[in-house]
């Protein structure tokens, strides 16, 4: 039987390696699978995902008890890939285009459906076109299904800011992902 987060932190606390290697063990699906979605490159997801549990690690002592570990997790890789975000779209301000132009439109064939993975990456490709605050809210609000209130309190925004990135973000992947309604659906 599992122990509750509260328990295997204070175990964690106290020097007990097997209960900090439970809770990464309980949530490093998830945290990969957030970060992936952020990042959309399976290499800086893993580097996040280390990245995450050292924070975690050496924070540890800050847990609130009564606050899920899960909780907690998301708000920290939900600031690291906002972190790496704004660096890469510092980055890569020059570029420019339209995903239609993307070189995955000339690997797909209107005559065929899309398999899960195929229509997962032009989803990630999609999202690369959002700002960060648009794509955070987004991953988190329609992704990964949480409340508007986790997200207001994971990204510290006001529900109208959450509101309007998320109608822009909506918006916006609509309009990228239009090319490929037929072969989405």
């Not at 122990?3 to 990969?32: H, N, W």
């Not at 997790?73 to 779209?89: A, E, G, H, M, W």
């Not at 899309?114 to 648009?134: F, H, Y």
């Not at 959450?162 to 822009?168: F, R, V």
Request: net charge positive; proline share 4%; aromatic share 8%.
């Amino acid at each position: 039987m599992n122990k509750p987060d509260s328990v295997l932190v204070e175990m964690a606390l106290k020097g007990d390696r097997i209960a900090f290697r439970q809770i990464v063990e309980d949530t490093q699906p998830m945290v990969y699978k957030v970060a992936y979605r952020f990042l959309n490159n399976p290499h800086e997801a893993e580097d996040a995902v280390q990245e995450v549990y050292i924070r975690l690690w050496k924070n540890l002592s800050g847990y609130k008890p009564g606050v899920k570990i899960s909780t907690w997790l998301y708000r920290i890789v939900t600031n690291y890939c906002l972190d790496v975000l704004k660096s890469r779209q510092y980055r890569m301000a020059s570029k420019s285009g339209d995903i239609a132009e993307h070189s995955v439109k000339g690997d797909l064939r209107a005559d065929r459906e899309l398999s899960g993975k195929e229509a997962a990456d032009i989803l990630m490709i999609a999202t690369e076109k959002l700002t960060p605050v648009q794509k955070a809210v987004f991953i988190l609000r329609d992704l990964e299904g949480l409340s508007p209130g986790e997200v207001k309190s994971l990204l510290d925004i006001s529900t109208d800011r959450i509101k309007s990135n998320l109608y822009h973000a909506r918006k916006r992947m609509s309009e990228l992902l239009s090319p490929f309604k037929n072969e989405l659906l």
